[in-house]
C-alpha cells in the first residue's frame, strides 16, 4: 500500500507542477509578473522542463484548436484516469494478497 501511495502523491505533484507551468505561462503572456526576474523564470524553467516531455507528444497528435493548448488538460485527464486506476485495480489486491 506505501508504494501505491507513493505513486499516487507523485501523480498529484506532477498535476500541481503542470498547472503551475500553465498559470505562469498565462501571467508571462500577459506581463502580470516580471519575465526578467531570476526566482520566476528559475521557476518556470523548473516546470517547463518537467512537463514538456509529456506535452510534446500530446501536442504532436493533437494541435492547438483556435489557438487555444489543451494539452495540458489532456495531461491532467491522464494523469486522473491513471489515479483512478491505480484505486481501482491495485488497491483491492494489496488488500485481499495474504501475508
Known amino acids: ?5 507513493l505513486i499516487n502523491t507523485l501523480l498529484n505533484l506532477y498535476s500541481w507542477v ?6 505562469l505561462n ?7 509578473i516580471n519575465g526578467h526576474n531570476e526566482l520566476v523564470r528559475t521557476i518556470y524553467r523548473f ?16 494541435p492547438p484548436i483556435s489557438g487555444i493548448d ?6 491532467i485527464l491522464l494523469i486522473e484516469f491513471i ?15 495474504p501475508l
Open 26 to 32: 498565462l501571467l508571462l503572456t500577459f506581463n502580470v
Open 1 to 5: 500500500m506505501p508504494f501505491i501511495n
Open 47 to 62: 516546470c517547463i522542463s518537467l512537463t514538456e516531455p509529456l506535452l510534446k507528444p500530446i501536442r504532436r497528435k493533437i
Open 83 to 97: 489515479r483512478q486506476c491505480l484505486w481501482w485495480y491495485l488497491v483491492p489486491l494489496v488488500i485481499h494478497t
Open 70 to 75: 489543451i494539452s495540458p488538460v489532456i495531461l
Open 18 to 23: 503542470l498547472i503551475i507551468a500553465v498559470l
